[in-house]
């Protein structure tokens, strides 16, 4: 029975030793896993400022690019007026003005003069 009680004795002491440890160990391990847990937040926190900034960066390209877009179209646009305007002359307003006129048939059509009213309608009014 000596063996056994000796084991009972040795298994109480490891058994006081486990608590002791674990009260001792228990506070400084959550410390630790806190302090763990509070660094892995901050790397997380820290990839989702840099997947931002480089959203940001990539939308500030995107309307740079339709900024320069618009500017080129906006020239383009006004070449292409300036080619009608250079082309445009006297005669051919005359004769685009000639071709509607005979277009609308029986329509009355105003023209401008230099006068209040147009030159077609003054006769209509006495």
């Not at 080129?72 to 009608?84: E, F, H, K, L, N």
Request: glycine share 8%; aromatic share 8%; proline share 2%.
């Amino acid at each position: 029975m000596k063996s056994g009680a000796g084991w009972g004795a040795f298994g109480l002491v490891v058994l006081c030793l486990v608590v002791a440890l674990g009260a001792v160990g228990c506070p400084h391990y959550r410390v630790w896993s806190q302090e763990m847990a509070g660094r892995a937040e901050l790397s997380r926190a820290e990839q989702n400022k840099q997947i931002l900034v480089v959203t940001a960066e990539a939308q500030l390209q995107v309307e740079e690019l339709n900024a320069q877009m618009e500017v080129v179209r906006a020239i383009g646009a006004a070449d292409a007026m300036r080619a009608v305007q250079d082309s445009l002359t006297q005669e051919y307003l005359l004769y685009r003005f000639i071709l509607t006129f005979g277009q609308h048939g029986n329509q009355v059509i105003y023209i401008p003069t230099d006068g209040v009213l147009p030159l077609l309608e003054a006769s209509r009014i006495r």
